[in-house]
């Protein structure tokens, strides 16, 4: 997808600037370099009965039943 074509050019003109220890991201309709360290400091939790899994199953076509 263009999105993630998006997220990749970002992370390797990071690298190629001398970036290191970072992750490319996406935030506020902004390309972001998030340091790794910050990226992980806590853990995102998605409710399975949210519209945000439901969207997920949906897209990669799995059975409702696994979900």
């Known amino acids: 997808s263009v999105f993630c074509l998006l997220l990749g050019h970002n992370a390797v003109h ?3 600037a001398g970036r ?3 992750v490319a991201g996406h935030w506020n ?4 370099h998030v340091p ?3 990226a992980v400091s806590r853990r995102k939790r998605v409710d399975p ?4 899994w439901s969207s997920v199953v949906a897209s990669t076509g799995q059975p409702a039943e696994m979900s």
């Open 36 to 38: 790794i360290t910050l």
């Open 20 to 22: 290191t220890n970072m």
């Open 49 to 52: 009965r949210g519209r945000l």
């Open 14 to 16: 990071a690298g190629m």
């Open 29 to 32: 309709g902004e390309y972001t």
